[in-house]
């Protein structure tokens, strides 16, 4: 009696031990993660540790070249530590770091002067855990946008980021921000007017450049 194998069932079985071990790796990502967002310092610092060679390889197999990896590394555990508040713990915590990293290995190729990234099949994320949810990637936009906007505000004249400053991400009453500035009420609304004027147009144009 011979017995046969398929395909497919070859392939699950040839990438048996990478996925025992990507199962051992996402229990202890997902245990750090949950710790962190309970305050848990020090396993929110062995996460971001345990997080460095699973998004290296994700960067190496977008195309990132060695040189740039560290970069996307680094970029990627940046953006962890701006919205790990957003992961949900009843979801798998790989395919979320994965997601995220693939969007910054693709600003890394960016800096390669590549304007795309390759589509890399990942039988791990595939087999492991193939429903990643919109969740990451749009926090990777919030963070994106968060970051342009405080670098276009602090490129603003006195004024205008002085109004923005007082009125907006202080949230203080005009009368509030004209005792605390010495400015009037009239020139701190102008100031602000101009300030959204100016920062509508320059977060467009960075839309359009990215």
């Known amino acids: ?55 290296a390889a994700v960067a190496r197999r977008q195309g990132v070249r060695d040189a740039l990896v560290d970069d ?60 990643v949810g919109p969740g990451a990637a749009e926090a990777v936009d919030r963070a994106d946008d968060s970051q342009r906007l405080g670098a276009a505000i602090a490129t603003l004249p006195d004024g205008q980021r002085e109004a923005v400053e007082q009125l907006v991400i202080a949230d203080r009453s005009l009368k509030e921000a004209a005792g605390l500035t010495g400015k009037t009420e009239g020139a701190l609304k102008v100031n602000l007017h101009r300030a959204i004027k100016s920062l509508r147009g320059r977060m467009a144009g960075a839309t359009m450049d990215g």
Request: proline share 7%; with cysteine; net charge positive.
């Open 1 to 55: 009696m011979s017995l046969s194998i398929s395909p497919l069932g070859f392939v699950s079985a040839a990438f048996a031990p990478r996925l025992m071990m990507s199962d051992t790796l996402e229990m202890r990502l997902a245990d750090a993660m949950r710790a962190a967002q309970g305050g848990d310092k020090v396993a929110y610092g062995r996460l971001l540790r345990d997080c460095t060679q699973p998004i």
């Open 72 to 131: 996307v590394v680094q970029e990627t555990l940046l953006t962890i530590h701006q919205i790990r508040h957003t992961w949900d713990p009843s979801r798998p915590f790989l395919p979320w770091l994965r997601a995220i990293a693939a969007r910054r290995a693709i600003d890394g190729l960016r800096k390669q002067g590549r304007h795309g990234a390759r589509e890399v099949f990942d039988p791990i994320s595939y087999e492991a855990a193939p429903e």
